[in-house]
């Protein structure tokens, strides 16, 4: 079974820029696949934030800021989430996630971004 | 708007059975796969199980395959995970989470509150 990384915490101040992670092992590409976004608050289910394929292939979520973006990085067999001026409500849990062709789907391990 | 609201969560002791329900409304539930997805207490999400839009399809996880049967009531709008042989390691909050595409499968747009399942003798 696949498995995504993604990075434990994060920390980023007040304005700044926010770089998210997810990585696929190597050997199989991501470039084919959908990414999905998705962020949890404590004691809330989470939330679609977007969908990323290419830069022609992007869903951004119902009512998700424009500050949250995605993107992928070849070399680094990487799906990246952006949050571009971060503020103080966006700490929570960001989880990464690909549906692969068995039909199953597959979570990456989160990570817990804290706005300093 | 979307309204997924879970049911049926509570205390089992290993081996016993549990039906978790999710009812639906706000949007016309026959269209949509449906998925159930759970979270162990402070760790990160699992995906359980998966249903078509008219219930034909299905597929599991490999940690619950055999023990866990997803369905759904249609005429009822709503969706059931029926949970036997239940193990420690299936404590969880249970998600029932609607799928985004109409027309296939693959992704999660609207998920409920959550049920909280404890496997505990």
């Known amino acids: 079974q696949a498995v995504l990384t993604q990075p434990a915490s994060l920390s980023a101040s007040p304005g700044a820029s926010a770089s998210l992670t997810c990585t696929y092992p190597s050997g199989i590409k991501f470039a084919p696949y959908r990414i999905y976004w998705y962020q949890q608050k404590p004691g809330s289910p989470p939330q679609f934030l977007l969908r990323?394929?290419?830069?022609?292939?992007?869903?951004?979520g119902s009512g998700v800021p424009s500050r949250f973006s995605g993107s992928k990085d070849a070399s680094a067999n990487a799906a990246i989430l952006l949050i571009s001026g971060v503020q103080s409500e966006d700490e929570a849990d960001y989880f990464c996630?690909?549906?692969?062709?068995?039909?199953?789907?597959?979570f990456g391990g989160g990570t817990k971004l804290t706005v300093l | 708007q979307v309204h997924l609201v879970e049911s049926g969560g509570g205390v089992v002791q290993p081996g016993g059975s549990l039906r978790l329900s999710c009812a639906a409304s706000?949007?016309?539930?026959?269209?949509?796969?449906f998925h159930w997805v759970r979270q162990a207490p402070g760790k990160g999400l699992e995906w359980v199980a998966i249903?078509?839009?008219?219930?034909?399809?299905?597929n599991y996880a490999g940690s619950v395959r055999g023990r866990f049967t997803i369905s759904r009531d249609n005429s009822r709008s709503t969706l059931y995970l029926q949970m036997n042989s239940l193990k420690a390691e299936d404590t969880a909050i249970y998600y029932c989470?609607?799928?985004?595409?109409?027309?296939?499968?693959?992704?999660?747009?609207?998920w409920g509150q959550g049920t909280l399942v404890t496997v505990s003798s």
């Open positions: 706000g949007f016309t539930f026959t269209r949509y796969p």
């Open positions: 990323y394929t290419s830069d022609s292939d992007y869903l951004q």
């Open positions: 996630m690909i549906w692969v062709t068995s039909a199953s789907m597959i």
């Open positions: 989470a609607r799928d985004m595409y109409t027309n296939g499968w693959g992704a999660i747009d609207f």
């Open positions: 249903l078509s839009y008219d219930g034909v399809s299905q």
